[in-house]
């Protein structure tokens, strides 16, 4: 077995990627002679895994070069050891990235282990994977980031106390919102609320922003608000 071996991962080019050569994603394929920078395109995340939808390919040592890690990793399942292939199998039970950032990524809902295998045994063309994908963050640098949703007695606050808000989710979703949970319980409404928002015509929003940024100017000096339903970790 390869002491080592050398990988060609592979690059993903999303939106929120820094781009050409601002991006530590694309420093680092620089190191591969295949790669091409461009500066005209966003380098998001490099991939070292086994992932089919950027699967890492080696290229040292030569005798194996053009082989998919996963092919090597199914044939030499010690390089693993016995208790990961015994728990997961002849395959990397991880994908590891680097990520290089220059706006905002998209919003993520993960499924449990369950509803993962349940959804890429029914859909494997839009769910090709079927782990559930718990994420661990190490931040290089400067990092600000959203997980998971305030208690929903806050979140409750805001609807209640803020007009701009109101607004955005509408009178029905309001009228849930602040009425005494009955048989609808919280999880029904912080879905609801949150579809709403998420779905709301962009104008609108654009629209009460720019009121509760007004708002929040006219209040008196010294009074600092945050408005902000998810979790906030800096």
């Not at 070069?65 to 199914?74: A, P, V």
């Not at 590891?96 to 990524?105: D, M, P, T, Y």
């Not at 769910?127 to 290089?140: F, G, Q, R, W």
């Not at 029904?188 to 962009?202: E, G, H, I, P």
């Amino acid at each position: 077995m390869a002491s080592f071996l050398e990988l060609s991962c592979a690059v993903q080019k999303y939106a929120w990627g820094k781009y050409g050569s601002a991006s530590e994603v694309a420093k680092l394929k620089l190191k591969d002679p295949s790669f091409s920078l461009s500066e005209q395109e966003p380098y998001a995340e490099l991939w070292m895994g086994t992932h089919v939808k950027g699967p890492s390919i080696i290229s040292y040592p030569s005798s194996i070069n053009g082989l998919q890690l996963s092919k090597w990793i199914h044939d030499n399942p010690s390089s693993l050891g016995q208790k990961v292939v015994d728990k997961y199998g002849r395959n990397l039970p991880f994908l590891f990235k680097i990520l290089s950032i220059n706006k905002a990524l998209s919003i993520q809902a993960h499924p449990t282990k369950d509803h993962a295998h349940y959804l890429h045994s029914n859909s494997p063309q839009y769910y090709p994977d079927s782990n559930h994908k718990p994420e661990l963050v190490i931040a290089l640098n400067n990092f600000e980031g959203l997980c998971g949703f305030r208690p929903f007695e806050e979140i409750r606050n805001f609807v209640v106390n803020v007009p701009e808000l109101q607004t955005v989710l509408g009178d029905e979703i309001v009228q849930q919102m602040t009425t005494p949970l009955s048989t609808v319980t919280a999880n029904d409404l912080l879905k609801n609320s949150f579809t709403k928002l998420m779905n709301q015509d962009q104008s609108i929003i654009e629209q009460e922003l720019d009121k509760l940024r007004e708002r929040l100017k006219q209040e008196k000096k010294g009074k600092h608000t945050l408005y902000c339903c998810y979790n906030v970790a800096i």
